[in-house]
T-cell receptor, first 113, second 116 residues
């Protein structure tokens, strides 16, 4: 089982719709999580950080469910510019201070006019 | 403008040749990282460095080498020992340790290496 799993998609969604996708993680000791956005053939850029139960930034909402070990990303009123691949990342730090970021494979989202 | 630069954007090499990928940052970040990204896989950590003249192996260090002689530079050498070197290579940096809300990891634009 992968440490961080995402549905690769693609999700094809009409403009203006609400879309949500989940990411599951296997390491229950993961302390925090991130959603990165990656445009085609470009570098990932941080979209949101999730340290407790969730985070909201404009049209984007991330929620963390530690009991079920998943993080979700909700995009409301989707725009054409939201078309991208969304990477889920889990952060873990051991008792020895060793940090680790584990990246999911990404969920591809296409917003259709 | 502050940021991370990687060059070249596209690189082609013959099998058996070593190649060095450049990564420079002017963000005054202490920590720097190298990842590779392959289709259908998440980013995988090759090497990282938290301070000048020190670096640690990541999850897939075999066939790669790095140096960190200057704070702003973290070049990656892909050696002929790397069995599947064709990939998208991403360099990243962060202010310090990743723990905490302020230590976002910033990525460079990447180098797409193709070994023929």
């Amino acid at each position: 089982r992968k440490e961080v799993e995402q549905d690769p998609g693609p999700f094809n969604v009409p403009e203006g719709a609400t879309v949500a996708f989940n990411c599951t993680y296997s390491n229950s000791a993961s302390q925090s999580f991130f959603w990165y956005r990656q445009d085609c053939r470009k570098e990932p850029k941080l979209l949101m950080s999730v340290y407790s139960s969730g985070n909201e930034d404009g049209r984007f909402t991330a929620q963390l469910n530690r009991a079920s070990q998943y993080i979700s990303l909700l995009i409301r009123d989707s725009k054409l510019s939201d078309s991208a691949t969304y990477l889920c990342v889990a952060y873990y730090i051991s008792n020895f201070g060793n940090e680790k970021l584990t990246f999911g494979t990404g969920t591809r989202l296409t917003i259709i006019p | 403008d502050g940021g991370i630069t990687q060059s070249p954007k596209y690189l082609f090499r013959k099998e058996g040749q070593n190649v060095t990928l450049s990564c420079e940052q002017n963000l005054n970040h202490d920590a720097m990282y190298w990842y590779r990204q392959d289709p259908g896989q998440g980013l995988r950590l090759i090497y990282y460095s938290q301070i000048v003249n020190d670096f640690q192996k990541g999850d897939i260090a075999e066939g790669y080498s790095v140096s960190r002689e200057k704070k702003e530079s973290f070049p990656l050498t892909v050696t002929s020992a790397q069995k599947n070197p064709t990939a998208f290579y991403l360099c990243a940096s962060s202010q310090g340790r990743l723990a905490g809300a302020d230590n976002e990891q910033f990525f460079g634009p990447g180098t797409r290496l193709t070994v023929l």
